[in-house]
Nanobody, 117 residues
Framework: QVQLVESGGGWVQPGGSLRLSCAAS????????VGWYRQAPGKQRELVAR???????NYADSVKGRFTISGDNAKNTVYLQMNSLKPEDTAVYYC???????????WGQGTQVTVSS
């Protein structure tokens, strides 16, 4: 069973940057979708960014041009670089892996990101 551990959340002022990391217990990038979701209070969990098994990247319209997802296959780690942060980016951010072979969804425990002045 894949286990995911996120880190890097915290508080930042508007316009600031944070980098989230998600370390997996095993190889995750081969043929799987790997990404980040977020959930703000009172809202549904939404996709932020992902890397597909084919290597393409997808971003939510609200973060395009500000966030960048990347992966380090050797470290089994996926990153989310978040720049020009806005108060509306405040949420719990979850690392996610869709294991294509079994259609199993694996989630990390979540990390809080708060953007405020």
């Amino acid at each position: 069973q894949v286990q995911l551990v996120e880190s890097g959340g915290g508080w930042v002022q508007p316009g600031g940057s944070l980098r989230l990391s998600c370390a997996a217990s095993t190889s995750i990038f081969s043929r799987n979708n790997v990404g980040w979701y977020r959930q703000a209070p009172g809202k549904q969990r939404e996709l932020v960014a992902r890397i597909t098994g084919g290597g393409s990247t997808n971003y939510a319209d609200s973060v395009k041009g500000r966030f960048t997802i990347s992966g380090d296959n050797a470290k089994n780690t996926v990153y989310l670089q978040m720049n020009s942060l806005k108060p509306e980016d405040t949420a719990v951010y979850y690392c996610h892996v869709l294991i294509i072979a079994t259609y199993e969804n694996v989630w990390g425990q979540g990390t809080q990101v708060t953007v405020s002045s």
